[in-house]
Structure formats: structure tokens, C-alpha cells
């Protein structure tokens, strides 16, 4: 729903990448799955470098970590912190549940 908002409004007014991947890192520990660094940066839906300079950006901020690929030592994984867990945890409190579109 987020992404078809591009079909009616300029993609500059809802330019958050930061958010977008918060979402998809909270949902992906939900699910218990892992999401590469790759991964990220496509569901971010901008270029690379900005994906690459937002992950970095989250990193120094505590609320993400990167951990090395035991099987693929080209491939890292991303995922919330215990921090950044709890921030989406609190965050999912304050929205009344009618509301909780993403």
C-alpha cells in the first residue's frame, strides 16, 4: 500500500527510507527470517548508495546490527537491535490497532 502511493502522488513527499527499513527489519524478526544487507537496500526503494549511507546511519544509531553470513562470507545480515526492537515494540503501542497500516 505504501509503494502505490507513488501512483498518485510525487515519491518526494514520502521519501523515508529509514522507516521503510525499520519496517521490513521489525517484520522480518517477527517472522524470524533474515534480510542481507542486498535485500535491504532493494526494499528500500532507492538508489544503493542511499540504502548503503541510511544502513550505516541506523547502525551508529544502535538501532540496527550487522552480523557475517556463516555460510557466505561475501553476505551480511541485518537485524533490530534489542534496542530497536523495543522502540518498534513501544512505537506499535501508541497506534490504536484500527490504524496500524504500515
Given amino acids: 500500500l ?4 507513488v501512483r498518485f502522488f510525487d515519491s518526494g ?11 521490513e527489519l ?5 517472522g524470524q527470517l533474515r534480510v542481507s544487507v542486498s535485500s535491504l537496500c532493494s526494499g528500500a526503494a ?9 544502513i ?15 555460510t557466505d562470507g561475501r553476505r551480511c545480515f541485518l ?13 506499535f503501542q501508541t497506534v490504536p490497532a484500527g490504524l496500524r497500516i504500515i
Fill in 46 to 54: 532507492v538508489p544503493a548508495t542511499t540504502a548503503l549511507r541510511w
Fill in 79 to 91: 537485524m533490530l537491535t534489542s534496542d530497536g526492537f523495543a522502540a518498534m515494540n513501544a512505537y
Fill in 2 to 5: 505504501r509503494r502505490n502511493r
Fill in 13 to 23: 513527499l514520502f521519501a523515508d527510507p529509514a522507516w521503510d527499513m525499520i519496517l
Fill in 26 to 30: 521489525y517484520a522480518a524478526a517477527l
Fill in 56 to 70: 550505516g546511519h541506523l547502525e551508529q544509531k544502535g538501532l540496527i546490527t550487522r552480523r557475517p553470513d556463516p
